[in-house]
């Protein structure tokens, strides 16, 4: 399989009601649920890219552009951005769509670096090929 073709079947969306139990005092979904949930796709995204243990080494910038109200459904999508020897930067966008009408926005985009590793939790080459 090419890089390509390996890269598109990994790509990864979850999707996930935003509830009262999820919100701060503004009613919009704490940041760090938003990043606990992001961290866990760009995860699962890396982990179906190469099917090898990966970690979270790093996450880039991370904007918060706009606010994901409760009663509101979150989009996580998260795609392969760039591959290294041993590591993958995954891109995670989430977008926030309003549950009786048709209405979507960005509202937080980030990068995730993952890094392939052994059972001693040693870096290895992300893909065998």
């Known amino acids: 399989m090419d890089l390509q073709e ?3 079947l990994s790509e990864t969306k979850v999707f996930k009601a935003v509830f009262p ?3 701060n005092h503004y009613d919009t979904l704490f940041g760090g649920t938003a990043l606990q949930v992001m961290d866990e796709v760009a995860f699962i995204c890396a982990t179906r890219f190469c099917r090898k243990k990966v970690v ?3 996450s880039d910038r991370v904007d918060f552009k706009h606010p994901i109200h409760s ?3 979150a989009e996580f999508s998260a795609h392969v951005e760039e591959v290294g020897n041993s590591s993958v930067k995954v ?3 989430v977008f926030v769509e309003e549950m009786y009408e ?6 937080i985009s980030g990068v995730f670096t993952m890094v392939a590793v052994d059972d001693q939790k040693k870096p290895v080459k992300i893909l065998d090929e």
């Open 102 to 107: 048709v209405k979507r926005e960005k509202a």
């Open 91 to 93: 891109r995670v966008e």
């Open 21 to 23: 139990n999820t919100t």
């Open 71 to 73: 009663g509101t459904i």
């Open 56 to 58: 979270t080494v790093s």
């Open 6 to 8: 390996r890269i598109k």
